[in-house]
């Protein structure tokens, strides 16, 4: 079973600049989560997905961060514009519901770098 | 809002000692899932609790849900340099539940 794709690897940019990231999930999951991870610390939920809609979008900042599912399969989150405070690795998950009982598949992550 | 803490941050144990982490949650949880992230990897599912007092095994490696759902533990008997990495608990999970991850602590295997 292929596992949580992610795109790119790595990325380095300037403040102010505008990046995105690209997420597939396993084939079949229903439920979808971008996750902000800062160096030493726990993922931090963005977004959770449950096919194209939104479940909670919370802790997401509207104002430089979006997120959308088409078609409820991959899924590419927008920072725009960045700032220094947004390096961080940025984790893409996904599971077959957002149930209780359903493990989270994590993608290997997007390390973004703002300079 | 929900916080979920975790101590130690950091361990270090000599190979083959005994290990525990600790979650502490400000509100009671439904459910909570504990994951290890290796250095540079990604989170990786361990398991995932849901009774009060419940108590999962994997091999040397103990998960315990405290009776208020409030509280869990991680134990790792005699461990190994596999052990190395951070060990997460998050939740909870579901419904209209944000899941919420600890700062995770890091375990550092000496062999």
């Known amino acids: 079973e292929a596992g949580v794709a992610q795109s790119p690897r790595y990325k380095i940019i300037e403040k102010r600049q505008s990046v995105a990231f690209w997420c597939n999930p396993i084939?079949?999951?229903?439920?979808l989560y971008w996750y902000q991870q800062i160096l030493g610390q726990g993922p931090k939920l963005l977004i959770q997905?449950?096919?194209?809609?939104?479940?909670?979008d919370s802790q997401l900042p509207k104002d430089r961060f979006s997120a959308e599912r088409l078609k409820g399969v991959d899924s590419t989150l927008k920072i725009q514009p960045a700032k220094l405070e947004d390096s961080a690795v940025y984790l893409c998950?996904?599971?077959?519901?957002?149930?209780?009982?359903?493990?989270?598949?994590f993608g290997p992550g997007t390390r973004l770098t703002v300079l | 809002g929900q916080q979920v803490m975790q101590i130690p941050q950091y361990q270090h144990v000599q190979e083959g000692e005994d290990f525990t982490t600790y979650c502490n949650s400000s509100t009671t949880l439904s459910n909570i899932q504990w994951y290890k992230q290796r250095p540079g990897g990604h989170p990786v599912f361990l398991i995932q609790?849901?009774?009060?007092?419940e108590v999962k095994k994997q091999k040397r490696l103990t998960f315990q849900f405290g009776e208020a759902k409030k509280n869990s533990s991680l134990h790792i008997t005699a461990t190994q340099t596999t052990d190395v990495g951070t060990y997460f608990c998050?939740?909870?999970?579901?419904?209209?539940?944000?899941?919420?991850f600890g700062r995770g602590t890091s375990l550092i295997v000496h062999p």
């Open positions: 998050a939740g909870p999970f579901g419904g209209s539940y944000i899941p919420t």
């Open positions: 609790l849901v009774k009060s007092g």
């Open positions: 998950a996904s599971s077959l519901s957002p149930g209780t009982g359903n493990e989270q598949f």
């Open positions: 997905f449950q096919n194209n809609g939104v479940v909670d």
């Open positions: 084939s079949g999951h229903a439920t």
